[in-house]
């Protein structure tokens, strides 16, 4: 069982740039594929980004294309989510999610998930 635990979300004013982290404690993640997803209110669940396993590939959604960049700390078994240039739109709770070997593009899916960070952006 794969746990994962996000952190590094908070209110930062439009422009601003936030980075989440995701790590499982305990576990090697570079088997894995891990995405990040979001969720405002009233809205689905969303792919953000992906990391394919070992860093292989990485995807975004076109709303976050050169704004957001995941990347991975294998030794710390982390991966992070920098995101730039951040936009009122961007609010939501974010969510990471891992797989085994490659990305999913439907989130039903991943089969382990963290309890999610939310992040905020609003002047």
């Known amino acids: 069982q794969v746990q994962l635990v996000e952190s590094g979300g908070g209110l930062v004013q439009p422009g601003g740039s936030l980075r989440l982290s995701c790590v499982a404690p305990g576990f090697t993640l570079d088997a894995y594929a891990i995405g990040w997803f979001r969720q405002a209110p009233g809205k689905e669940r969303e792919g953000v980004a992906c990391s394919s396993r070992r860093d292989r590939s990485a995807s975004y959604a076109n709303s976050v294309k050169g704004r957001f960049t995941i990347f991975r700390d294998n030794a710390k078994s982390t991966v992070y989510l920098q995101m730039n240039s951040l936009k009122p739109e961007d609010a939501a709770v974010y969510y990471c999610?891992?797989?085994?070997?490659?990305?999913?593009?439907?989130?039903?899916?991943?089969?382990?998930w963290g309890q999610g960070t939310q992040v905020t952006v609003s002047s």
């Open positions: 999610a891992a797989v085994w070997g490659l990305c999913r593009t439907v989130v039903a899916e991943y089969p382990y």
